[in-house]
């Protein structure tokens, strides 16, 4: 039977010891809420094509400018038409 590999995932240094039993659970969750914290997680393949968050964000606002000048554009009149009676 061959011996299975250990690698560098396999074990922790000793100085990384976990005491789960004096973890509190949602520690920072209302202070999360209260900030806005908010995290959208990027496909690998798109994530690629942005250098940093910045780029991201103004790619998704001129997104939006676009959308919003789209919709004005397309947007029905919300004035009634009236309909011509024939005399």
Same mark, same amino acid.
């Given at each position: 039977?061959?011996?299975?590999?250990?690698?560098?995932l /396999? *074990?922790?240094?000793? #100085?990384?010891?976990? /005491?789960?039993?004096?973890?509190?659970?949602?520690k920072?969750?209302?202070?999360? $809420?209260? #900030?806005?914290?908010? !995290?959208? !997680? $990027? /496909?690998? /393949?798109?994530?690629?094509a942005?250098?940093?968050?910045?780029?991201?964000?103004?790619?998704?606002?001129?997104? $939006?400018? !676009? +959308? #919003?000048?789209?919709?004005? $554009?397309?947007?029905? +009149?919300?004035? +009634?038409?009236?309909? *011509?009676?024939?005399?």
């Amino acid at each position: 039977m061959k011996r299975k590999r250990r690698t560098q995932l /396999d *074990h922790m240094r000793l #100085e990384y010891t976990f /005491d789960y039993t004096k973890a509190i659970r949602g520690k920072y969750y209302r202070r999360l $809420l209260k #900030e806005g914290a908010n !995290v959208a !997680v $990027l /496909d690998p /393949d798109v994530a690629n094509a942005f250098r940093d968050s910045a780029s991201v964000n103004a790619a998704l606002r001129s997104l $939006l400018d !676009v +959308s #919003e000048a789209t919709r004005r $554009l397309t947007a029905r +009149s919300k004035r +009634s038409s009236k309909k *011509h009676a024939a005399a």
